[in-house]
Every structure is written in C-alpha cells, then in structure tokens.
C-alpha cells in the first residue's frame, strides 16, 4: 500500500516538474518524497494524494524561492493548486505540516537548490513569513547575523583612538592600515543627527547618498533642527539594509572620510 502510494506520489511531482521545473527540482521533490516514505508513520498513508502531491511542491518552492519572478525557474501557488487539483491552501497548510514534520528550514543542505545554498540564507530558520524574495531572505539573514554580532561588540569605548588614527592618516588610510581601522570602527559610538525620525543623508555630485555621522561633540558641526542619537557602529550599520545607501560619511567638514558599502561589509563580516 505505502509502496504505491509512494510510486503514485513521484510520478506526480515528476508531471509538475516536467511541466513547470527543472531537473534540480524533480530531484528535490523526488527525494522529499522519499525521506516521507522513510518515517516510521508514513504520513501520506491517509489522505488525498493530491492534497500531499501539491504540499510537497509547494514546501520545495518555498524552500528555494520558486514563487520568486526573479528566479528560474519561477511558478505560482496557482499553478500548483490548478495542476493538482486542489486549494492553494489546502496545499500551503500540506506544505506546512511537511516542513514541521521534517524540520526544514531555509538553507536545508538536503532539500535547497545550489542558488540557494550559495545564498547564504540559512540564518533565516523556519520563518518562511518574513520574506517573500530570495534577495529579501539574503537581507534579512545579513541583519540577523548583525544582530548577533550586536550582541557581542556591546563595548562603549571613547572614540579617542579613532580619531587621533583619522588625523594621523589624513583620511588617506594605506591597504595595511585597514585592519586596524575596522577594529577602532567597530569599538565606536557615533553622533548619527536624525531628522523627522530619518537618519541626516548626503549626496555627493555624482549622486552617491551617504548617513552622516561625527565622532564626537566637537566634530558635530552641522546645523539645523536636528536630533542627535548616539549609535555603535555596528548598530549604525542596520541602515545599510537599505539599497539606496551607498556609505557612511564621517565628519563632514572637517575629518571628512566616506566609508563605502564594501568596507562596511568588510568590517562587520569580514569579507
């Protein structure tokens, strides 16, 4: 009986996979239905088969973003459920049950896609809810693991060093400096002005749109109704889950020194 059901199951997926996927997929589906089959109480032995077809694929496609238009292949929760036959969420709440059932979570070395798994998305977890794209997933994990490293740098030291570094240098700091750059970055607090609940930013000719931010009272030199806040870098550096932020632009008008979105990267991942 679990034998057929199980045979009868991976025609199906192969069918959708035929149509709409890959062969990475199929493979995908075809091996979730395996791993089903293995489990003491093989939980496709009630109910409708179409019901537990559509959930399988559609728990692959959530997995490796396959309701993402900006990735091939690409098809929707109504192309599952108009190919087997039943309710997108009947196949949505299917989904759900096989991924609690098997604990699989974003970045599943068993069950993602080579673009997944070279996304670096696994810091996600479980929470398929938050984001819907597999370049939101990649954000969302950055800043999870953000968030962790916040944790940890938590140091209020005095932005005495960095400072005497940047007069030192002339803001012209040489390739074998950066080291030791990044490390004053991450042990400094910030005065970031804020206006209307907004961060300060600037914009170069060019076009290039940075925060602002001033190591210190005596740097702060800009004026206007502004709020000020004092951040650690590190939390500072939430803002650049923003894509129209280019950069961070320490003292404007006197130690001037624009601070790219790869060097931050470099300083907070180190990479």
Do not use: C
């Amino acid at each position: 009986m679990v034998a057929e059901k199980k045979e009868k199951l991976i025609e199906m997926v192969k069918g959708f996979s035929n149509e709409y996927l890959d062969e990475e997929y199929m493979e995908l589906n075809i091996r979730l239905v395996e791993k089903l089959a293995r489990k003491h109480d093989v939980p496709f032995r009630r109910g409708k088969l179409e019901n537990w077809a559509g959930g399988i694929v559609y728990a692959i496609g959530q997995l490796n973003f396959l309701f993402d238009d900006s990735t091939e292949p690409y098809a929707t929760p109504d192309d599952i459920s108009d190919y087997f036959g039943v309710k997108k969420k009947t196949a949505a709440n299917k989904a759900r049950d096989i991924r609690k059932l098997l604990n699989l979570k974003l970045g599943d070395e068993e069950f993602s896609t080579e673009l997944v798994l070279e996304s670096d998305v696994s810091r996600m977890g479980g929470n398929l809810s938050q984001v819907k794209t597999l370049h939101g997933a990649q954000r969302y994990s950055r800043l999870r693991e953000l968030g962790d490293m916040m944790k940890i740098l938590n140091s209020q030291n005095p932005n005495d060093d960095l400072e005497k570094f940047i007069d030192d240098t002339k803001g012209n700091i040489d390739h074998d400096e950066l080291p030791v750059f990044y490390e004053l970055l991450r042990d400094s607090t910030f005065i970031i002005p804020h206006h209307d609940g907004y961060p300060v930013v600037i914009s170069d000719q060019n076009g290039t749109t940075a925060i602002v931010a001033f190591t210190s009272e005596e740097r702060y030199n800009l004026d206007g109704d502004f709020k000020i806040r004092r951040m650690k870098f590190m939390k500072a550096a939430l803002f650049f889950g923003d894509d129209s932020i280019e950069g961070l632009v320490l003292n404007p008008g006197s130690q001037t020194l624009f601070i790219s979105r790869y060097m931050i990267r470099e300083v907070i991942f180190g990479r």
